[in-house]
């Protein structure tokens, strides 16, 4: 039942990221569609690791079942790297309206390079 | 966009769920058929699997995203003047002056106490320097009021300490290849591991966790200075 409805949401973050990457033109909700999406991997990551009968990968007691650590370890990489990422986007965001005065992709038809 | 495009986008996202659903369904659920935990704790000692995977078998990993946090705040304080403008106009009131200076030790604290037993509990380096990063972006916010800055490390201080800490981890990382012939060793150079869940064991794993946990603090508070400066 919690893989269903960890996976369900996780297919829907999907879809409400790629589709809000695809439609939306401001900059800044963009930006946050892409934290939606990587929302939508840390969530897969999760339930890839996921068993109903295991604990989690604390070691407490060596004869116990626990859960794969390696998808937690790549979700802690994949929290960084994005984090990194955000920053970085919301800077040349921060550029691109300087120069040009709007954070809308339609205004900056113009806009070479 | 049109209705018809916007109708296509929303049928090819509903599809591409289908179909990680149905890839979803073929995964199998059994609990860890290798059984890590005893090799776990034999070779790295440290109770957190995930720290033993972080900061041991993939240390070299590590290293990888660590040099991508010192490249954004290298990248992001160069893109970003430095404008002597603050956020704020305004003065706070005396409660976010004085709560804040209550809070600060213990955040701090906190975020130490965080990296400290990253191999013995959830958490480590990287939690624990988002925390200390929280503590000092608090203050710099809470305390720049107007065109005066405060801060709790000064900006140069600030290159300075992450840089150190870079290089740290790179010694570590000679170290084992100095006394193992690999580098970043931890068990190979014959440190020894101690008893899994205490304190003072697992080797280098809290030595790791320390350096990046001052590396991650520092960086962060680069990045978000550097954004809040505009």
């Given at each position: 039942m919690i893989v269903l409805t960890i996976g369900i949401t996780c297919i829907a973050l999907t879809g409400i990221g790629i589709y809000g990457l695809l439609r939306r033109t401001h900059m800044i909700r963009m930006v946050l569609c892409f934290n939606i999406l990587e929302a939508a991997a840390l969530l897969g990551l999760v339930l890839i690791a996921y068993s109903p009968d295991a604990r989690s990968p604390i070691l407490r007691a060596a004869t116990d079942a626990h859960v794969l650590p390696l998808p937690h370890a790549l979700a802690l990489t994949a929290i960084v790297i994005g984090a990194s990422l955000t920053a970085l986007m919301l800077t040349l965001i921060v550029r691109v309206h300087r120069s040009h005065g709007t954070v809308l992709v339609d205004k900056l038809k113009d806009w070479r390079g | 966009m049109s209705r018809i495009s916007a109708t296509l986008l929303v049928s090819g996202i509903i599809v591409f769920g289908v179909i990680v659903a149905y890839e979803l369904t073929l995964m199998p659920r059994t609990a860890d058929p290798l059984n890590h935990a005893p090799l776990t704790l034999r070779d790295t000692g440290a109770v957190n699997a995930v720290s033993a995977i972080l900061f041991d078998y993939r240390a070299l990993d590590t290293l990888g995203e660590a040099t991508v946090i010192l490249m954004t705040a290298t990248v992001v304080a160069f893109l970003t003047p430095r404008a002597k403008a603050s956020m704020l106009a305004v003065r706070l009131s005396s409660i976010v002056l004085y709560g804040v200076v209550?809070?600060?030790?213990?955040?701090?604290?906190?975020?130490?106490?965080?990296?400290?037993?990253?191999?013995?509990?959830?958490?480590?380096?990287?939690?624990?320097?988002?925390?200390?990063?929280?503590?000092?972006?608090?203050?710099?916010?809470?305390?720049?009021?107007?065109?005066?800055?405060?801060?709790?490390?000064?900006?140069?201080?600030?290159?300075?300490?992450?840089?150190?800490?870079?290089?740290?981890?790179?010694?570590?990382?000679?170290?084992?290849?100095?006394?193992?012939?690999?580098?970043?060793?931890?068990?190979?150079?014959?440190?020894?591991?101690?008893?899994?869940?205490?304190?003072?064991?697992?080797?280098?794993i809290p030595v790791l966790n320390l350096i990046s946990g001052v590396k991650v603090g520092v960086g962060l508070g680069i990045i978000v200075m550097s954004l809040f400066l505009e």
């Open positions: - | 209550i809070l600060l030790p213990f955040i701090t604290i906190l975020g130490i106490a965080v990296m400290a037993h990253g191999h013995i509990s959830p958490g480590g380096g990287f939690t624990g320097g988002v925390i200390v990063a929280t503590s000092t972006v608090f203050y710099a916010v809470v305390y720049s009021v107007g065109g005066q800055q405060s801060y709790v490390i000064a900006p140069a201080a600030n290159k300075l300490i992450e840089n150190t800490a870079m290089t740290a981890f790179i010694g570590v990382g000679l170290l084992g290849l100095g006394l193992a012939g690999s580098f970043l060793a931890n068990a190979q150079t014959g440190i020894p591991l101690g008893t899994p869940g205490e304190l003072l064991s697992a080797g280098t």
